[in-house]
């Protein structure tokens, strides 16, 4: 099988990346007007828990596997190389067998911790049925997530990103499909609508595991007992043992904090306004909705940020390898800001649009408008906070990783109960808190990661990178002014389907020409692609008449 150099397969998958989040996004629209609010809510509690034990079980290994596999594909050493896959198989044959059972055995208990004292809505039994849907996904996720660690090893990156499409695509199918059919053709309970839904988790692994087998089995053979040279003689494999072990360890404390996060905010959202006056049916939306809904629609930010921002990692890598300096320092600083720069606009035009966004993606419920005006805020937050996660990684600074990983959590858990009841005690809407909570979570996770590159090496500095931070901004804010002004005006009834969406795509029409030119008067553009490559741009979009 033909292997992917670095800008293709970085253009492979960039572009999966942004096709499976887009899905991950648009299917909730459907989805939604199927379960409904309670539903929705059912869902969602399922949902975090099940991420959390996946990451449990299995977050790091993909990336551990691919980089051992790299490591001993350049060397040459194949023997070493197939019982690192063999390994990683038997690892993963008893954590997720444990995982699976801890899941299915504990599911009352889960359910019990989640819902607490709530009634009149979701009982902890369906709490619980529809974890126990869910948990067959641990068995089988993992497996398809090494495989394709063992492909991208391989630099063979497009089987990779194909099955990432294939898996989503099936689980939207069977989401969708298997909703509908019980509680509309079938006259079904809604809670095993939802449980059928969950389990289209397990259902698209397969699928996708059982066409990377089909790659494999057709262009890698995989051969156990393959030759040891003598290189390789000295490779137990105790020693592949932990080597997998140190590589997986930073990615699933990373993972598992930020699945905390979420656990953490729906948990405590529940048990803190339940007493300040909100309906059951309000705390499940609110709760589910700052858990799992507003995050969907916030994948717009990460999904775009993140494929952009990807070429821009590998270079951190290969300069901190060769000591230069000057060019760590600016590639730490263009993909910080470039994250920023593409994140800010979507996030300001979602905030200015948070109600009819809310309306067409779920229903009319006024807090979903407020929730998603502050957390496409976070999400903005959260941009940052990854990609610094991301380049502490490459320059292998883990100790850091968790020190900014953990601090943001700790902060947020913390502050999570007295900031929902302080907005409260001021006559707000008290779960504002717990997002402003996450909010300040993440930006000290942030300013402490930032002060650690800073003391990593007296020449990175970020003089330049608040330059462009501040010249993002007043770009924003130029953008989010005609938009506040056509606000106050109400020419829209939002209220409607096509009152919300005309209202969108008339708002998208008019921040994003703003946003653009902006960015090119104040020279930011320039900054961030290069000239050479914004007068490129500029040939392409004006057919030659401006660009040099």
């Excluded at 023997?79 to 063999?86: D, I």
């Excluded at 993140?306 to 890598?317: D, F, K, N, R």
């Excluded at 009819?356 to 496409?376: K, Q």
């Amino acid at each position: 099988m033909k292997k992917n150099n670095f800008i293709e397969g970085t253009f492979i998958s960039t572009i999966s990346i942004i096709i499976v989040k887009l899905l991950g996004m648009l299917y909730v629209i459907p989805f939604y007007r199927i379960v409904g609010t309670k539903g929705g809510s059912l869902y969602s509690y399922a949902y975090v828990i099940y991420l959390l034990f996946l990451n449990i079980s299995s977050a790091g290994l993909p990336n551990a596997i691919a980089k051992i596999i790299s490591e001993y594909d350049t060397l040459g050493y194949e023997n070493s190389k197939k019982r690192t896959f063999s390994i990683a198989k038997k690892i993963l044959v008893f954590v997720c067998s444990l995982t699976f059972l801890l899941l299915f055995a504990f599911a009352e208990e889960i359910g019990m911790f989640i819902i607490h004292d709530l009634e009149g809505g979701n009982t902890y039994q369906d709490v619980a049925f529809v974890i126990r849907c869910v948990a067959p996904a641990v068995l089988i996720v993992p497996f398809l997530s090494i495989t394709k660690g063992y492909l991208q090893g391989h630099k063979i990156v497009t089987p990779s990103s194909v099955s990432q499409i294939i898996e989503q695509v099936t689980r939207i199918f069977v989401i969708l499909c298997g909703s509908y059919l019980v509680l509309k053709i079938f006259d079904g309970h809604l809670t095993l609508a939802v449980g059928v839904a969950v389990s289209g988790a397990a259902v698209s692994a397969l699928v996708a595991y059982i066409y990377l087998k089909f790659v494999l089995k057709k262009h890698l053979k995989i051969n156990n007992k393959a030759e040891m040279i003598d290189e390789e003689k000295g490779i137990t494999n105790k020693m592949i043992v932990k080597k997998i072990v140190g590589y997986a360890i930073p990615f699933i404390i990373i993972s598992v904090v930020t699945d905390i996060y979420n656990f953490t905010d729906q948990v405590l959202v529940l048990r803190t306004i339940s007493g300040m006056g909100y309906s059951t049916e309000n705390v499940e939306f609110i709760a589910s909705s700052i858990s799992t809904w507003s995050p969907k629609i916030c994948m717009t930010i990460n999904a775009l940020a993140m494929g952009m921002s990807v070429p821009l990692i590998p270079t951190i890598v290969s300069a901190f390898t060769k000591n230069d300096k000057k060019e760590v320092n600016d590639k730490i600083n263009r993909s910080i800001a470039l994250v920023f720069y593409l994140s800010l606009p979507i996030a300001f035009g979602i905030a200015s649009l948070a109600q009819p966004v809310w309306r067409v993606f779920y229903n009319d419920n006024p807090y979903g408008g407020m929730i998603l005006n502050l957390a496409v805020i976070s999400a903005l937050c959260a941009n940052v906070y990854m990609i610094i996660s991301i380049i502490l990684q490459s320059l292998n600074k883990y100790k850091l990783v968790y020190t900014v990983a953990i601090a943001g959590f700790l902060l947020n858990a913390l502050f999570d109960i007295p900031w929902m009841l302080l907005m409260h005690h001021l006559g707000f809407e008290g779960f504002i808190g717990s997002i402003i909570s996450s909010i300040f979570g993440f930006s000290i996770s942030v300013v402490i990661g930032l002060i650690g590159l800073k003391k990593l090496d007296k020449d990175i500095h970020f003089g330049l990178l608040f330059n462009w931070f501040i010249r993002a901004l007043l770009c924003g804010a130029v953008m989010l002014a005609p938009l506040l002004v056509l606000n106050a005006f109400n020419l829209f009834d939002v209220t409607t389907l096509v009152g919300a969406l005309i209202k969108i795509v008339v708002y998208v029409i008019i921040a994003a020409p703003i946003y653009i030119y902006m960015s090119y008067r104040f020279g930011l553009l320039k900054d961030l692609v290069g000239e050479e490559m914004l007068n490129k741009i500029l040939r392409k979009v004006t057919f030659g008449k401006m660009g040099k």
